[in-house]
């Protein structure tokens, strides 16, 4: 049974830093791209960053670029959120998502990915 489990939410005031972290059990974690999507409060579910099965590519959402940096450590089965600079529109649930690494196709449909965590709550206060 595949398990995808985030955490590193928290409260903090706007300009500060968080990072979320995604432990994934059950699937071989080197096969797979990961990707993160957040749901703010009132709005659809949205990709914010996504990554290839070895990490060398990745697609950030336009307004996380150089803020949010995602990364994987496949020796830990661990896909990461690097997150700076949190504004208010950073709020919501931030989600953990995977699929496997022969799916093409865009990062941005929430229907291309397969496995889901329950996600970890950020809020930005300013």
């Known amino acids: 049974q595949v398990q995808l489990v985030e955490s590193g939410g928290d409260s903090v005031q706007a300009g500060e830093s968080l990072r979320l972290s995604c432990v994934a059990s059950?699937?071989?974690?080197?096969?797979?791209?990961m990707g993160w999507f957040r749901r703010a409060p009132g709005k659809e579910r949205e990709v914010v960053a996504a990554?290839?099965?070895?990490?060398?590519?990745?697609f950030y959402k336009d307004p996380v670029k150089s803020r949010f940096t995602i990364s994987r450590d496949n020796a830990k089965n661990t896909a990461y959120l690097e997150m700076s600079n949190l504004n208010n529109e950073d709020t919501g649930i931030y989600y953990c998502?995977?699929?496997?690494?022969?799916?093409?196709?865009?990062?941005?449909?929430?229907?291309?990915?397969?496995?889901w965590g329950q996600g970890t709550q950020v809020t930005v206060s300013s």
């Open positions: 998502t995977a699929r496997p690494h022969y799916y093409g196709g865009d990062y941005e449909i929430e229907g291309r990915w397969d496995y």
């Open positions: 059950g699937l071989s974690f080197s096969n797979f791209a």
């Open positions: 990554t290839t099965w070895t990490g060398g590519v990745t």
